[in-house]
């Protein structure tokens, strides 16, 4: 059974720094690309980034580039997320994503991480 | 970026109802279109991908068409468990897009 187990959110004051974990099982993880992605509360979904299964390509939106940095560790079957320079309007649930092979659709989603920013 | 309008916003309906959810691309996305479902509080469920292939599991009264820029999701007989916000989601180019969602009320 394939599952993702996203962690690390919290509450973070503007400027701020946190990183997020999601970590795999179920399913060959470096065959897969992953994605992050958000939904503000009460608001719809919004891609933030993505990640080849051998992590050697990412893509981010632009609202969140250079600011993000998405990468996996393929022999501890996690993914990550490291957000830097925080921003109130990136308070959101930050779901991990599996990507199904030959394509962007996404067959699987973790649970969710509540990232809060505010002072 | 490519941009992708769904409508309508919301959607009032009765159980049996035939429904159809439309999203338009900004630019050709081929066949590269994914609509999801999702209930409060829970992350979002795939339905179809590739414009009208349906996922495993889900019920064969969701159907998918189109290709280009003009996708339409239909529900054939709106049955309880359908009421829900629905989202499409183009991923012909990076960043994948989704649309602002159509939510399905009871009528």
């Known amino acids: 059974e394939v599952q993702l187990l996203d962690s690390g959110g919290g509450l973070v004051q503007p400027g701020g720094s946190l990183r997020l974990s999601c970590e795999a099982s179920?399913?060959?993880?470096?065959?897969?690309?992953m994605s992050w992605v958000r939904q503000a509360p009460g608001k719809g979904l919004e891609w933030v980034s993505g990640?080849?299964?051998?992590?050697?390509?990412?893509h981010y939106a632009d609202s969140v580039k250079g600011r993000f940095t998405i990468s996996r560790d393929n022999t501890k079957n996690t993914l990550y997320l490291q957000m830097n320079s925080l921003r109130s309007e990136d308070t959101a649930v930050y779901y991990c994503?599996?990507?199904?092979?030959?394509?962007?659709?996404?067959?699987?989603w973790g649970q969710g991480t509540l990232v809060t920013v505010s002072s | 970026d490519i941009q992708m309008t769904q409508s309508p916003s919301t959607l009032s309906a009765s159980v049996g109802d035939r429904v159809t959810i439309t999203c338009r691309a900004s630019?050709?996305?081929?066949?590269?279109l994914a609509w999801y479902q999702q209930k409060p509080g829970k992350a979002p469920k795939l339905l179809i991908y590739?414009?009208?292939s349906l996922e495993s599991g889900v019920p064969s009264r969701f159907s998918g068409s189109g290709s280009g820029t003009d996708f339409t999701l239909t529900i054939s007989s709106l049955q309880p468990d359908d009421f829900a916000t629905y989202f499409c989601?183009?991923?012909?180019?990076?960043?994948?897009?989704f649309g602002q969602g159509t939510k399905v009320e009871i009528k």
């Open positions: 994503a599996k990507e199904q092979t030959l394509g962007g659709q996404i067959d699987y």
């Open positions: 179920g399913f060959t993880f470096s065959s897969y690309a």
């Open positions: 990640i080849s299964g051998s992590g050697g390509s990412t």
């Open positions: 630019q050709s996305i081929h066949s590269w």
């Open positions: 590739k414009a009208s």
């Open positions: 989601q183009q991923y012909d180019s990076y960043s994948w897009t």
